[in-house]
C-alpha cells in the first residue's frame, strides 16, 4: 500500500503533513471509462485523492457512477479563477484512446486533459496509460511511433488486457465491454 505521507513542496528534508497523495485520472471516451468508479475506489483504498479530468467523449461514459466525490474537472478555468487541484503526484490515463494518445505524444494541448498530460510529461510527474484501440487503428503507424515517445518519456504503458507493462495488444473489435469488465485498476495505479 502507498504511503498517505506527503511531503510540503516535494522536499523530503520538511516536515511531513499527514495526508492523501493527488492522483489525477484522465479518461476518454471508450469502454473503460464505464468503469471509472471502480478506479476511483481503488485509488482511495489505496491513498490517493483522486481528480477525474474526462475528454468530452468520456462524459457520457460518466453518466450515472457512482465517483464518490471525487470531483470532475472539465474545460480550462477562468482568466483569474484560482487552482482547481492541487498539483499532481501521479497521473492515470485509463482508457487512452488513438486520438487523446497521439495528441499527448505529439504535445498537442488543445484541451484541458491534453494541457494536463503535456504538463505531467514536463514535470516528470509518473504517469501511466492503459492504451484501449481497436486493432485497425492500433495498426496506425503513428500509434506506434506515439507509445515509443510516450514509453521513452517514462510513461508507464499497461495493456488492458492483462495488465502487463511489457506487452500491448490492441483491442478486438466487439470485445471493448469484456475487456473493461476483466480490467485490473490496480495495474493502472501501482
Known sequence: MLSRTVYRHRNPRRSPLVTERTLYLVTCGAPLASRLEDGVRVARERGWTPYVIPTDAALPWLAGQDLAGAPVLTGNRAPGEPKRTPKADAVAVV???????????????????????CAALGSHTPTSVVPFAKDDLAGHPAW??????LRYAGVR???PHDGSPSSLKPVSSGTGERVADGFQWGCALS
Open 144 to 149: 506506434l511511433a506515439s507509445l515509443a515517445v
Open 95 to 117: 482508457p487512452a484512446t488513438f486520438n487523446t494518445l497521439n495528441a499527448w505524444a505529439n504535445g498537442n494541448a488543445s484541451t484541458y486533459p491534453l494541457t494536463i498530460l
Open 157 to 159: 504503458v499497461v495493456d
